[in-house]
């Protein structure tokens, strides 16, 4: 590992994870680097373009090169391209926003976000890490992950969110063996108070899994079972199209 890029690329890290903006002093102690070295790597990464400075207060936060090669990444992501067009039919039909992500160390990186069809007001999701426990995209993609994938995820803890979170290993497992049985994960509750979301794992070549397309919308309208078997079934139809799209030869593979 080459040490100048693992600290500038800490440096990142760190400041993505703030709230606000970051001092050198405060990105030397969190770092646990001396204050000349994270000096000249936050000039470095500004002359790139990749943090900038405040001009008030002398902070750095992340710079808008950033977003350019997050949006490359985007428009190289396969799942995302395979995706947009059955998203958007999707959402039609569902009525709902739908969500599509990819495993992202121990939660699930929302790599597209096609807003609800409707006029109310609606945030991009797109570049949100979701929990893998407590969402319906994250259980969807942690049923059919490796096992050893699978164990580092559940190594990493299960924090409660919400008084419905699954916080369990032994309460999970049961969870994502149901998932397999049904062929789609339910979330009723687990992340956010008043939210419900169903998602189903999508698959590539070789049947290996890339990910998951989900919906999420209000718990008054998606409760119930005929509207829960309804969406199912659509949020199916969506990822057996988007597998068979990238290759998959069976949905959900043997």
């Known amino acids: 590992m080459i040490q100048s890029v693992d600290r500038a690329a800490r440096i990142l890290r760190t400041l993505a994870a703030s709230p606000g903006r970051l001092g050198v002093s405060e990105l030397a102690e969190r770092l646990g680097l001396a204050k000349t070295t994270v000096h000249g790597l936050l000039r ?28 490359r990444y985007l428009d190289l992501n396969e799942l995302r391209a395979r995706s947009l067009a059955w998203s958007e039919l999707l959402s039609t ?17 929302v790599v597209h976000h096609v807003f609800r069809p409707d006029t109310s007001l609606q945030i991009l999701e797109v570049g949100a890490v979701l929990p893998m426990h407590a969402t319906a995209l994250g259980k969807a993609v942690l049923a059919y992950l490796p096992a050893p994938e699978r164990e580092d995820v559940l190594a990493a803890g299960l924090p409660k969110l919400t008084g419905r979170t699954i916080s369990t290993t032994t309460a999970l497992a049961r969870e994502l063996e149901a998932v397999r049985e049904r062929g789609y994960a339910v979330e009723r509750e687990e992340a956010v108070l008043g939210e419900v979301g169903f998602a189903a794992p999508i698959f590539g070549r070789l049947g290996v899994l ?11 309208r998606l409760s119930g079972k005929s509207r829960e078997t309804a969406v199912a079934t659509v949020i199916g ?16 593979p043997a």
């Open 44 to 71: 470095t990464l500004h002359d790139h373009g990749l943090v900038e400075q405040d001009p008030d207060s002398d902070k750095y936060q992340l710079g808008p090169q950033l977003l350019r090669l997050s949006n």
């Open 93 to 109: 039909r569902a009525g709902e926003s739908v969500r599509v992500g990819v495993p992202y160390g121990d939660g699930v990186l």
């Open 210 to 220: 890339v990910g998951g397309i989900g919906v999420a919308g209000p718990t008054e």
């Open 237 to 252: 139809e969506a990822a057996r199209s988007i597998s068979r799209d990238l290759g998959a030869q069976r949905w959900p």
